[in-house]
């Protein structure tokens, strides 16, 4: 059983490690998206193709930060930050749709939703301790 524990929080602080990458990434991917779309709007049409590769960028960040956050759980994590991806995820996608159907009344909005969800799962993954094996049992390591 304890080799069940330290395999499991292992991969929790795989995972940690994986959603702290892919989620700064995305977060500094994000404020170019905001950036590229500043310019297409002022007049930088070449940024227009910039502004989509970012968006694809983004959404394979995502995809890792979704991995990411099902490694957590699996090692005995908190399920918040999947479903934090997940909606950001999704609102991310309506995003998309909305920019690809020109409806930027609403793209813009969703866009600075997205970006803030970002920050906030950011800095939840710099800020939520790794879990390390401490006398057969999992603990935070601000406990010890």
């Keep these: 059983m304890a080799t069940t524990d330290q395999t499991r929080t ?12 892919a989620i700064s990434a995305a977060a500094v991917v994000y404020l170019f998206q905001a950036v590229s779309a500043g310019q297409f709007l002022d007049g930088g049409y070449d940024f ?24 957590m759980k699996w090692g005995r ?9 997940l ?32 920050w906030v799962l950011a800095w939840f993954a710099w800020t939520e301790p790794a879990v390390r094996e401490a006398g057969g049992r999992p603990v935070r390591e601000d406990a010890s």
């Design 10 to 21: 292992r991969w929790h602080k795989v995972g940690l490690q994986l959603f702290r990458s």
């Design 48 to 71: 227009l193709r910039l502004h989509q590769l970012g968006t694809t960028v983004a959404d394979g960040l995502m995809a890792l930060a979704l991995i990411a956050t099902t490694l």
């Design 77 to 85: 994590g908190s399920l918040r930050p999947f479903l934090g991806v």
């Design 87 to 118: 909606a950001t995820i999704l609102v991310s996608q309506a995003q998309a749709a909305c920019g690809a159907a020109r409806m930027v009344w609403l793209h813009v909005p969703l866009g600075v939703l997205v970006i803030g969800l970002v």
